[in-house]
């Protein structure tokens, strides 16, 4: 269950929010309130909250700073949804530099709030999965961790090499063995005692990390980073980013 904690001064708009909304069925549950920027910061402190809904007008810290300040000094990691009665462009620029999730005018009705939360959990799942992903063994530093020294390695070392530089080519472990002028069943085997990977794991994984980070820059459509990431085919592509990741290259990319 995602956390969510509310902070608005106005009593009856707190408690209604927390209690009359089917927080359940959206996978959340309302671990804290709080009625004024302080005592908010005091929570997130305290409950480590994923989602935090917002008033920005309070008497003492607002809203806004009460985001500010968390942020700041590194209280928390959450996303915020901020409700107001102000629909001044300030107010909305100082949400959007904070990188605030949803931007509501009051009274927002329960089906806006729903729909901000789902977003929000879709970003907070998106997220989860790419850092499980990036936190797995960085194959860009394959060959200093497992590489020893020695004739045979230099050759592996030589194919890990090779694919950095040719990852977006038409490159395969025989193409390899010929340039390096030995047999690809020996190349294969000393690539896997070396590095405990096939060359085909090693060669599709850097190429799906490749192609995390050109969609990431958000300049290019999904069949382009296939092609420039050396899949030639564009339903391979996704099988293979998709059994990496667990998520489509056009999920992704949403």
């Known amino acids: 269950m995602y956390k969510v904690i ?4 106005e009593d009856i708009i707190r408690k209604g929010i927390a209690y009359t909304m089917d927080w359940t069925s959206m996978g959340c549950t309302i671990v804290g309130e709080a009625a004024s920027g302080e005592e908010g910061l005091s929570k997130i ?15 003492g810290m607002d809203g806004i700073a009460m985001i500010r300040k968390a942020k700041e000094d590194g209280i928390g990691d959450f996303k915020s949804v901020i409700l107001t009665s102000y629909a001044e462009f300030d107010y909305a620029k100082k949400a959007i530099d904070l990188d605030v999730s949803a931007y509501l005018m009051k009274p927002a009705s329960e089906e806006e709030i729903q729909k901000s939360i789902k977003k929000i959990i879709e970003e907070i799942e998106k997220e989860n999965v790419l850092k499980q992903y990036k936190e797995k063994k960085d194959l860009s530093d394959i060959g200093r961790i497992y590489i020893k020294s020695g004739k045979d390695n230099d050759y592996v070392q030589q194919v890990i090499d090779r694919t950095k530089e040719r990852f977006a080519e038409k490159i395969s472990i025989e193409t390899l ?53 050396g899949f030639t085919d564009y339903k391979h592509f996704n099988a293979v980013f998709k059994r990496y990741t667990e998520m489509s290259p056009s999920d992704f990319l949403n």
């Open 6 to 9: 509310i902070v608005e001064d």
């Open 45 to 59: 402190s305290e409950l480590n909250p994923d989602i935090v809904l917002v008033d920005i007008m309070m008497p």
């Open 177 to 229: 063995s010929d340039e390096l002028g030995v047999s690809a069943s020996y190349l294969s085997r000393k690539f896997k005692e070396a590095t405990g990977h096939t060359y085909l794991d090693f060669l599709n994984e850097y190429r799906v990390r490749e192609a995390v980070k050109l969609l990431e820059t958000g300049k290019y459509k999904v069949y382009e980073v296939s092609d420039m990431t």
